[in-house]
């Protein structure tokens, strides 16, 4: 149960909020709860929902509307790479078929250890440093074959 | 009345109340901007893009704010740079909307191509087909062909279980969202929802149970494709096969105007009920049903009709004619010297209680009603009931419901969602008192608990608090239930409610009054037609039961004459049985909650030699020497309208009055306001309460001791009876847990 596991960190952020408006803390609270246990598990959307004294449907598609929320269990690190135009004009296309390749699997899949997921998302907000990823939210940039390769080969 | 403004649509000019959207202006005078997300129940949205239109208004000069004219001193018009949804643009003083130009056309031509790029076009197996906007709208305004390749078309889901009662064909939507909105707007139940976005954009549910809600069926019949279909109804018939009647739903006080839609089968000999969808009006239910009202209509043609007269022969039960049968219960009647209980149930029309009950006085039987306990109080709801122009759509800000003892939603399902609007979209107050929980509760502004069966007590302890209250308001609607009380103290409660009304000053007033949460849809018409004697005898020689649910309510007898429309446990003891017919093999009035009476049609052949009420009382009668000659509940109803003081201004032509409604059902306007039927049988007639017409003095109230009989007498809900669809899981699941709530 979140609300035990994480009973600290939920009324902080409850605490942000009107008792009326509690259906705001949804986006952080579903934050937690993927922080938790990696997505946001069914169970945990209910939770959610119970806590802010919603539906589960409208939970789920709050869910289902931001590509940042998973529904999915995802591998230790999460590769989001941006293949939006400007970086697909900086070859990002290419990039990404390059890391489908080392990591053995297609965008949008997990690899069979559970070590990696590989995303393509939308523009991040640094097509200036192009090609560009994000691994669990951190950001890499200016990759190329060599430098992505390292990076994976690198992480424990 | 609203401030009006002028706009001109196509070259015709027309004054509509300021805030009027452009689209229902248009639609006004006749001139229908197509829609698909937009609809006039609910608020609108902008999201499909096929109301484009051409928009100016006045041009007006920064430096002066005067409009610029021309040389003729017409006023200058500019217009919007980019074409403009009707749906979500108010008018404006001056405004100009052209529809009928070619950047409109085209407009509308891209968006049915865009939209039908990934529809699956499987019109000739879809439900909706015959009777589909999206259909319709293409032939109207679409392209001939598609650019897009077939082959690429997208593919979905066709047969995703929503609930149990609604099934979803995912590449058929094209994601309106009007299923999303009604959920969220009408039935405050959210249980839908939309999941991804672009062209992953599909309809959820992620509620436990699914899509559980009682008013889920109305979002099949907004539906402007063939998404979302019900159980019940998917893939049993096509649209134009089927027969319409206007009829009048039998579950519940509200009376919702309904439509039978019905087709000619082998199986049973003829027609069937295919569905039931609900037809407009606009002082009733709208264009809304509740699921009850929708499904539940299997039992017309259920194995366990009655069709035959059955006698009791050395202790089993055979069959014979009428004429035996008749002349039984005439004989019986006659020999049993007025030792009589004739119990009449409250879903029998006016026109067959009028008779019974006249039959009854005649031969000294103690004429009742059954179930017993409204019949204590519905002579007070016929003095203080709400006035006979009262409107719900007027309540809002200023006036004041009060629930009593009321689970509004489970007993009368669409006056929850009108009273539900007042308070929540229009600011009336909501104050409730009950001893346990209801949804009407989120809506309520104060709260008051007792305990179990202790209304009445709680409203004459509250009697000067509350008097205030309703003193302050503008109008007073009291809603008020039964359950865990016996008659006397129903009585007692229906008496105190009505004497705040009397000390507030709001008896008698048209939008202020009494509305109890009666069992059924004919409650206050048999009481009013029959005066009925509140208590029985200990026993009686002879009970004659028409139409009664409960055996516990008769009396023990020594002949039972069970007239009944279905083999019942009742049927079981009887002496005599006497088949009679539903609603829908005849026709007749109701009299509804708010003392509407409103006719219903035949729309089914009577099953095997059944017959109505009236015909079957009127032959008893004839045995018994009384020379009664009606032909038809026609003339039954004149004769009642003479008798019944009540009823006295009431007609058939009166209560077939039809009027033009807003918005437009039916008709070529089936995109526009989904597929509920347009009324043409008439939107009935309320009938004045006596407050409304004399000075009545207050009740001399004391409250009787509570009795266990009274208190273990739980509410009617309306979704807990055994005879809701039999088949849902779902519906049964709810009849649980609400037995434990009550
Ligand atoms: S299911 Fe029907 S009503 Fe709901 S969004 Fe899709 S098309 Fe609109
Ligand atoms: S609200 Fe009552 S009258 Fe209306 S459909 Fe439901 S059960 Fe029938
Ligand atoms: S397009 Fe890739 S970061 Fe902006
Ligand atoms: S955008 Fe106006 S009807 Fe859909």
Redesign the pocket.
């Known amino acids: 149960m979140l609300r035990e596991k994480r009973a600290q960190d939920i009324e902080k952020v409850l605490a942000k909020y009107p008792p009326e408006r509690r259906r705001s803390a949804v986006m952080p609270l579903l934050y937690i709860a993927q922080e938790e246990y990696g997505y946001c598990t069914p169970e945990a959307i209910r939770e959610v929902a119970e806590i802010i004294g919603c539906d589960p449907t409208e939970v789920k598609s709050i869910v289902g509307f931001y590509t940042m929320f998973y529904e999915q269990p995802v591998g230790k690190y999460v590769i989001d790479v941006c293949d939006d135009l400007p970086c697909a004009l900086r070859g990002a296309d290419r990039f990404v078929s390059h890391c489908e390749k080392k990591l053995g699997i297609r965008v949008g899949e997990t690899t069979p250890d559970g070590k990696f997921t590989l995303n393509t998302v939308m523009c991040i907000a640094a097509c200036d440093r192009a090609p560009v990823l994000q691994i669990n939210k951190q950001y890499r940039y200016a990759l190329d074959e060599q430098t992505f390769d390292r990076m994976i080969d690198e992480l424990p | 009345m609203a401030e009006l403004v002028n706009v001109t649509i196509d070259g015709v000019t027309v004054a509509v109340p300021k805030g009027t959207l452009v689209v229902d202006a248009a639609k006004k005078i006749g001139n229908h901007i197509p829609v698909f997300c937009y609809h006039p129940k609910l608020k609108p949205v902008g999201m499909c893009r096929m109301c484009l239109v051409d928009i100016g208004t006045p041009k007006i000069d920064p430096a002066t704010k005067q409009v610029v004219r021309d040389e003729n001193g017409n006023p200058v018009i500019q217009f919007m740079p980019k074409l403009t949804t009707a749906c979500t643009t108010p008018v404006s003083e001056g405004m100009v909307v052209r529809t009928a130009t070619e950047q409109v056309r085209a407009a509308r031509e891209d968006i049915l191509e865009f939209l039908l790029t990934s529809h699956p076009l499987d019109c000739p197996i879809c439900d909706k087909g015959g009777e589909c906007p999206l259909q319709n709208l293409t032939l109207a305004h679409g392209p001939g062909v598609s650019r897009f390749d077939y082959d690429a078309k997208f593919h979905n889901e066709k047969h995703v279980p929503l609930g149990e009662l609604i099934f979803l064909d995912r590449e058929r939507c094209i994601q309106c969202s009007r299923c999303i909105r009604f959920q969220d707007e009408i039935a405050d139940d959210h249980v839908l929802q939309f999941h991804d976005r672009g062209r992953g954009m599909e309809i959820i549910t992620f509620s436990d149970p699914p899509f559980d809600s009682?008013f889920g069926g109305n979002t099949t019949d907004i539906c402007p494709v063939g998404a979302l279909t019900t159980a019940d109804f998917r893939f049993k018939a096509r649209p134009w096969e089927l027969q319409s009647a206007q009829s009048?739903?039998?579950?519940?006080?509200?009376?919702?105007n309904?439509t039978l839609n019905t087709r000619l089968e082998t199986r049973h000999g003829g027609f069937e009920i295919k569905r039931v969808m609900?037809r407009q009006n606009e002082w009733v239910?709208e264009i809304?049903?509740?699921?009850?009202?929708?499904y539940?209509h299997h039992f017309t043609r259920s194995e366990d009709r009655l069709h035959l007269p059955l006698i009791r022969r050395e202790g089993r039960l055979v069959e014979s004619t009428w004429q035996q049968a008749l002349q039984l219960v005439a004989d019986t009647l006659r020999a049993a010297d007025g030792e009589i209980v004739l119990m009449v149930g409250d879903r029998i029309p006016n026109e067959d209680a009028y008779l019974l009950g006249q039959l009854g006085r005649a031969i000294g039987a103690r004429v009742s009603v059954s179930p017993n306990v409204p019949s204590h109080y519905a002579d007070v709801a016929r003095a203080f009931g709400v006035g006979k122009d009262a409107d719900f759509k007027r309540l809002g800000r200023g006036d004041l419901v009060l629930a009593v003892n009321a689970d509004v939603e489970e007993q009368?399902?669409?006056?929850f969602l009108r009273l539900r609007q007042a308070v929540v979209d229009r600011g009336a107050q909501l104050i409730i008192a009950h001893h346990r929980s209801t949804k009407l509760h989120r809506y309520a502004s104060a709260i008051h608990r007792f305990e179990v069966g202790r209304a009445p007590e709680w409203v004459q302890q509250q009697a000067e608090t509350l008097a205030q209250a309703l003193q302050a308001a503008r109008h007073a609607l009291i809603v008020f239930g039964d359950e865990h009380l016996d008659g006397p103290r129903a009585r007692a409660l229906a008496q105190l409610l009505a004497n705040l009304l009397l000390q507030s000053g709001h008896a008698g007033r048209s939008d202020s009054g009494l509305l109890p949460l009666y069992p059924h849809?004919n409650t206050q018409g048999v009481c009013d037609v029959l005066s009925p004697h509140t208590a029985l005898p200990p026993a009686a020689r002879v009970v004659w039961a028409v139409g009664v649910g409960d055996p516990q309510e008769l009396p023990p007898a020594g002949f039972y004459i069970i007239q009944e429309v279905l083999h019942t446990a009742l049927v079981e003891q009887a002496d005599v049985v006497l088949p009679s017919l539903t609603f829908a093999e005849r026709e007749g009035t109701f009299t509804?909650g708010d003392r509407r009476v409103q006719r219903f049609y035949r729309a089914l052949p009577a099953p095997g030699e059944a017959k109505p009420d009236w015909w079957i009382a009127q032959e008893v009668a004839r045995r018994l020497g009384f020379e009664w000659r009606y032909n038809s509940p026609a003339e039954i109803f004149e004769a009642l309208a003479k008798d019944v003081p009540a009823y006295a201004e009431l007609s058939y032509a009166a209560l077939s009055r039809v009027v033009e409604q807003w918005p437009p059902i039916g008709r070529e306007d089936l995109y526009y306001g989904g597929t509920a039927y347009d009324n043409t049988g008439g939107i009935g007639a309320r009938y004045a309460a006596e407050a409304e017409t004399r000075a009545l003095p207050p009740y001399d109230v004391t409250i009787p001791e509570p009795t266990i009989a009274g208190l273990k007498r739980g509410p009617r809900m309306?979704y807990r009876d055994g005879e809701l669809i039999r088949r849902s899981a779902l519906l049964r699941a709810r009849m649980v847990s609400l037995q434990q709530v009550a």
């Not at chain 2, 809304?288 to 929708?294: A, E, F, L, P, T």
């Not at chain 2, 009368?412 to 006056?415: F, L, S």
């Open positions: 009682y009048i739903c039998t579950h519940c006080a509200v009376g919702c309904i609900p239910n809304w049903i509740c699921d009850k009202g929708r539940v009368a399902p669409v006056w849809a509804s309306l």
